[in-house]
């Protein structure tokens, strides 16, 4: 238990990809519409999420700008909720099971061995652009477990071993 | 008010007041660990779970957030809310690391005091552990989110109180911690408010780390020696060595302090302190003894005095000495030197000396600091509190957030608060007033006035109104170039609130400009009637920690302790009695006539006690070249800055943590000064006055100790009558105290003037400055992170800010190619050039750059004169 929770608590690290002053601009319109009230945050991060697929520091620091709300708050408003991502997403969204009965099949095992050989941690893309690892609590197919999920298709009753196999049909 | 009964005893309080503070009435405890009287009420930790009877039914309540009501019987005790808290607690330590020995704040730590109180011993349920990375990232304070009980008391004090919002709760839910976004390294105020309240020891000072248990430090109450605000101050001691300061929760200032008094004391371990005389010996400094340079001092002035007549002197001060150093200086360059040329701090006493005093009587703040929570509306007259008296913006932010009052902010540069909701009205830099005098010409228009005031109180009204046709407010608002409702809309704001405040800062950068600003606000305040109550009324804030005292002993050409004028025979001939000696009977030169006559011949001998005119003063050129003209410079300082090394003695003084004394804060309040157990370096202002009197054949001039000035103080300043050091406790007394029973006041005027009525001068002519130039305008500004250059010399503050950054808004930057950190060149019409490094802000507007002037290397005061406190620049990329 207590080791699971360690591999989930990594920190994070900040995003570097550096969005482009003119693609910046764009929040000028989502921050006329939403400034002057602490309670259109949401929406307008639901916006902003759309227009670049993730909300990294400087949108974040523009908008805190833009609608005179301290930046730590929206952080705190971004981490609480898993529909926000502060990570741009990959071409294929891993879902792994990390459920009661997943788990205990081992989809530990298939964490281990997508951290080690994808290199990304919950939460996390990989640097070529290829996956994102999210872990959900169950997928309703817990006949099937261990399960995961890879974009729409779902993979069930997974030997831990072949994890890789299945992750090498997805460029 | 609400009568209760809590644990049998009777209680009233105001209404609206909470179980728990109706409790402390009573003198019960009631345990918490997430309350703070700072604070709004949170009910997080349900420790301070009561059982309220009222209308016959018995109900368990949290008594911090539940008001109290009338007929209610509370008990804080019993069986079950023992148990209450006791399972409360065990829930808390579930996940609370036990590693209570290795933990710095062990012994300071309210859980650990509360779980040995409740006795709680072994958990019914799983220790659950939770891992979090220990961050020692940023300066001053160490996060360690392991020890965290999510009180959430330093999230609310960064918001509520400090107004900076820089720390939030993030990856709420399981692994919630406190941090900033994307948990970078604070960039704050660094006030280490957060670190202060935080109950355990999640949130720390790095600087208590390690050093020691808190129980066996060594503590001595003084007050801060920076700002005016009097903040008290606990000086925390290991080994004779100053270690942390924080401040008790039962001062005037309720606990809080800002990242100078925190941090700040640093300045007097600095290796830059000087501990033996110097005199210059063949055009070089030597080191020498103290009789050696004392007797050198002594004949330098006497030789001058027999040579050219004691009105070839001139003495500058500093508003960072003690009342009582204050009076014996006074009284030395009075009596012993023979001259009226006295002053001090660049004359950047204007707003009161200039403004309050001649139009209500005293040069005095009307009002108490901790009254401007209360105030409805708060209009700043030129002051940008975030930096110059941070603790004085904690009030506005606790006002306007809390109590939705309305702040109206006059300044030339956005500040924090312009922020807030309310009006923020652009004017030129030290033109504040002229928008003050149109609120008042609409007013009068409108009639929203206190005709009683007007008939009965003021003196000069007629001509008063008649000086105040130019100020029409579409007139004002088309020349600044700014839309006239604004004006109106302040005007009516202010006008029509029950009660409302002005605050107006002093320093340097303001020395030109504020005496306007203070007749204007005094003005204002007593037409629309609200002087003389509470939270209402004018306050000034001097830079100094003893700027109001400076005043009070006289430390200005023209005046006398207590307020009394030179030219005034009678209170001329009340000192020449206590001093047995003649007194000049007519008003010397100011420190910028000083200056020039050094410059010009006039000025000999200059005499300087902690002050440091060459960096801090308008127009380097001038001060050096009067100081390099000057035949005899004595310079008598805690550092070698740059005056010392231009000087021919240099007498080392010591510092506020070394001596002890009084301040005078700009609320009137008198605290104690003591020292701490520090190694003294150098000698107190007062024993070298002593020392300089008797070696220049004034015998009678014989102080024994700080107590024994106070003695002569309360004997001939009528308003610190009834002072005395042991009627000084934590809270001090505010003048004025008329005599040993009374017990001083929270606000002036309450029961009329000192001259029976106001007397209101003709406000001056419209002259605002055409905004035409195509030039950038240099603003001197002032950080929070210094006060004038003396904590530069501290290390702490140099972390923080190490040096000087010019800030520009965005768009300025753009067009002139510049990022943060870039280097610009500022060049001035003659050709005076300074590199900087440049920082985006909110706080300037287009074609300003606003640069800090605390930094000597940086020269600023090279680029402001005298008489143009803001200078044109030319601003290119380097």
Redesign the interface.
């Given at each position: 238990m207590q080791e699971r929770d360690a591999l989930l608590k990594k920190k994070v690290v900040p995003s570097v990809e550096v969005i482009p002053p003119e693609r910046l601009k764009l929040l000028d319109e989502i921050i006329d519409k939403y400034a002057g009230s602490t309670q259109n945050l949401i929406p307008a991060l639901k916006e902003a999420q759309e227009l670049f697929g993730y909300l990294p520091m400087e949108v974040q620091r523009k908008l805190s700008i833009g609608m005179n709300i301290p930046a730590p708050h929206i952080y705190g408003v971004v981490t609480f909720y898993s529909f926000f991502t502060i990570t741009p997403r990959g071409r294929h969204t891993i879902r792994l099971c990390l459920g009661t009965a997943c788990y205990v099949k081992g989809s530990k095992e298939i964490l281990e061995n997508i951290i080690k050989d994808v290199g990304i941690n919950v939460g996390e893309t990989s640097e070529d652009g290829r996956f994102t690892l999210e872990a959900v609590r169950c997928l309703g197919a817990c006949g099937l477990a261990p399960v995961m999920m890879i974009g729409e298709d779902t993979h069930g009753n997974i030997h831990p071993p072949k994890t890789i196999s299945i992750l090498d049909g997805y460029q | 008010m609400v009568t209760l009964t809590v644990d049998g005893i009777k209680v009233s309080v105001k209404k609206g007041s909470s179980i728990l503070e109706a409790a402390q009435v009573a003198g019960v405890r009631i345990p918490t660990l997430c309350h703070d009287k700072r604070l709004i009420p949170y009910g997080a930790c349900r420790l301070c779970m009561v059982e309220v009877t009222s209308r016959g039914k018995t109900r368990t309540m949290p008594a911090c957030f539940n008001p109290a009501r009338d007929g209610m019987e509370v008990t804080s005790d019993s069986p079950a809310l023992r148990s209450s808290r006791r399972v409360q607690l065990m829930l808390l330590l579930r996940s609370h690391p036990l590693l209570c020995p290795s933990c710095d704040a062990a012994g300071d730590c309210e859980l650990q005091n509360l779980v040995f109180e409740y006795e709680v011993g072994d958990l019914p349920f799983a220790r659950q552990?939770?891992?979090?990375?220990l961050d020692n990232d940023s300066s001053f304070i160490r996060f360690n989110m392991n020890l965290c009980i999510r009180c959430g008391m330093c999230v609310r004090i960064c918001?509520e109180v400090q107004g900076?919002?820089?720390?939030?709760?993030?990856?709420?839910?399981m692994?919630m911690e406190v941090?900033?976004?994307?948990?970078?390294p604070l960039e704050c105020e660094f006030c280490g408010q957060c670190a202060d309240i935080c109950p355990v020891g999640a949130i720390a000072s790095k600087w208590l780390v390690g050093t020691g248990r808190r129980f066996e430090l060594s503590h001595v109450t003084t007050t801060c020696s920076f700002c005016g605000l009097g903040c008290s101050l606990t000086l925390e001691e290991k080994d004779q060595q100053t270690v942390y300061v924080n401040s008790s929760p039962d001062s005037p200032n309720e606990g809080s302090l800002c990242v100078k008094g925190r941090y700040g004391w640093t300045y007097a371990y600095s290796g830059g302190r000087l501990a033996t005389p110097l005199v210059k010996k063949n055009g070089v400094l030597t080191e020498t003894t103290w009789e050696e340079a004392l007797s050198a001092v002594a004949s330098g002035f006497s030789k001058i005095k027999k040579d050219h007549g004691p009105q070839a002197i001139g003495a500058l001060g500093s508003a960072r000495m003690t009342n009582e150093e204050a009076f014996a200086f006074n009284r030395f360059v009075r009596t012993v030197l023979g001259t009226a040329n006295l002053d001090h701090g660049a004359s950047s006493y204007g707003a009161l000396v200039d403004g309050l005093a001649p139009t209500l009587g005293y040069p005095a703040s009307t009002n108490s600091i901790r009254e401007i929570r209360n105030a409805k509306v708060i209009l700043l007259v030129g002051a940008d509190l975030t930096e110059t008296h941070p603790i004085a913006k904690n009030e506005v932010i606790m006002a306007s957030g809390r109590n939705k009052a309305k702040v109206i902010v006059i300044d030339s540069i956005k500040t924090k608060l312009s922020?807030r909701d309310g009006v923020f009205i652009k004017t030129p830099f030290g033109h504040e007033s002229a928008v003050v005098f149109s609120m008042l010409k609409h007013i009068l228009d409108q009639e929203i006035v206190d005709k009683t005031a007007i008939a009965s109180k003021i003196d000069g009204f007629e001509k008063f109104l008649e000086s105040l046709k130019d100020y029409d407010p579409e007139n004002v608002a088309t020349l600044m170039g700014i839309a006239p409702e604004l004006i109106h809309q302040a005007a009516e704001i202010y006008a029509k609130a029950p009660s409302a405040m002005i605050l107006i800062s002093e320093g340097s950068n303001r020395a030109m400009s504020n005496a306007e600003n203070g007749r204007a606000a005094a003005a204002l305040a007593v037409i629309s009637g609200h002087v003389g109550k509470e939270s209402c009324g004018v306050m000034v804030f001097g830079e100094k920690s003893n700027s109001q005292g400076a005043l009070d002993m006289g430390l200005t050409p023209k005046h006398l302790p207590g307020f009394g004028l030179l030219e005034d025979e009678e209170a001329r001939k009340k000192f020449e009695s206590l001093w047995k000696t003649k007194l000049p009977s007519s008003a010397g030169m100011n420190s910028r006539e000083i200056l020039e006559g050094a410059e010009s011949g006039a000025i000999k001998g200059i005499y300087l006690v902690g002050e440091n005119p060459v960096d801090t003063y308008p127009d380097r050129v001038l001060t050096e070249k009067a100081l390099n003209a000057a035949e005899f410079v004595v310079v008598q300082d805690m550092f070698f800055n740059s005056t010392a090394k231009m000087a021919d003695v240099v007498l080392p003084a010591c510092s506020a943590l070394e001596k002890e004394g009084s301040f005078t804060s700009s609320e009137r309040r008198i605290q104690r000064v003591r020292p701490s157990t520090k190694e003294k370096l150098g000698r107190s202002d007062l024993e070298i006055f002593n020392d300089l009197s008797i070696l220049m054949g004034n015998a009678s001039f014989a102080y024994d100790s700080p107590a024994d000035v106070m003695t002569e103080i309360s004997k001939s300043v009528e308003f610190y009558a009834g002072v005395s050091y042991d009627r000084l406790g934590l809270q001090g007394l505010m003048w004025p105290v008329k005599d040993s029973s009374d017990d001083g006041s929270l606000f002036l005027y309450g029961n009329g003037y000192p001259h029976g009525r106001v007397k209101l001068g003709p406000a001056p002519e419209l002259n605002l400055p055409k905004q035409e130039s195509n030039q950038f305008l240099l603003v001197p500004g002032i950080t929070k992170f210094h006060s004038g250059s003396m904590s530069t010399w501290g290390k702490s503050l140099l972390e923080v800010c190490p040096e000087p950054m010019a800030q520009m808004c965005s768009s300025d930057m753009s067009a002139l190619g510049l990022e943060d950190g870039d280097t610009i060149k500022v060049t001035n019409d003659l050709g005076d050039s300074m590199k900087l490094k440049v920082k985006w802000s909110?706080r300037p507007l287009e074609k300003q750059i606003v640069v800090p002037y605390h930094f000597p290397g940086s020269k600023l005061n090279k680029f402001v004169k005298w008489n143009e406190p803001l200078a044109e620049v030319k601003v290119e990329k380097a």
């Open positions: - | 552990s939770r891992y979090f990375h918001e900076q919002s820089e720390i939030s709760f993030i990856n709420r839910g692994n941090s900033t976004d994307f948990m970078r922020e909110r």
